[in-house]
């Protein structure tokens, strides 16, 4: 018996853990974490259904790395923001604009939307560092990220599938490496500087990632 109860109090501790470390957001309807509110655990790709489209003002997120943005499906202008209290969206141009949110660990719905020439891998760059700052999701090859705003921007990524090349020139020229899956907080001598990237073929000396959760 007594086996038992210690042996349903590790799991229970287990338990426990695991639900303290779930990912957990909360959206205010004024500043300053004021008026209605609505609270996921779970990526919402529509806030227009739950009534709270274009509604949320101030954002607590308890836990979990979380990516808000203007339009449904991800899609429009996107903060990637980590746990803490954000008690005005206004600096971030997203005061009463916020239509979807998603939890980035999921591995539900991890999967960002496609942007490019497909491939069938998918990665997200940061212009800051520790995946921080505005997000540009991509799933194929680009040889010229001028046309998309986030030329020499890039300061850390996500890679969900796949083995990458990013290249400080454009075509894919100049100083290259290649990265599998993982997180990469900083893109270290990359930073900054990569104007093109393509899914890279027959690559065996990639760079380590930081694993995927």
Not at 81 to 110: E, I
Not at 116 to 124: K, P, R, S
């Amino acid at each position: 018996m007594k086996y038992t109860l210690k042996y349903m109090a590790v799991v229970a501790g287990f338990a426990a853990a695991g639900a303290a470390a779930a990912a957990d957001i909360t959206l205010f309807e004024n500043d300053n974490y004021n008026g209605r509110r609505l609270r996921s655990t779970t990526s919402v790709s529509n806030l227009d259904n739950s009534g709270f489209n274009d509604r949320a003002s101030s954002v607590v997120i308890h836990n979990g790395q979380w990516q808000i943005c203007s339009d449904a499906y991800f899609r429009g202008r996107c903060v990637t923001l980590g746990p803490g209290d954000y008690p005005s969206l206004r600096s971030m141009d997203l005061n009463d604009s916020v239509s979807s949110v998603r939890d980035l660990w999921d591995h539900a719905g991890r999967n960002p939307p496609v942007v490019g020439g497909g491939g069938g891998a998918n990665l997200i760059l940061y212009d800051g560092y520790d995946l921080g700052g505005n997000s540009y999701p991509v799933g194929g090859f680009i040889a010229n990220l001028d046309g998309s705003g986030f030329n020499d921007r890039a300061q850390s990524m996500i890679v969900y599938d796949g083995t990458w090349e990013l290249c400080e020139d454009s075509d894919f020229r100049g100083s290259c490496l290649v990265y599998g899956p993982g997180r990469y907080a900083n893109l270290g001598g990359l930073g900054g500087r990569v104007s093109s990237l393509r899914p890279a073929r027959g690559a065996g000396g990639g760079l380590p990632g930081g694993g995927l959760p």
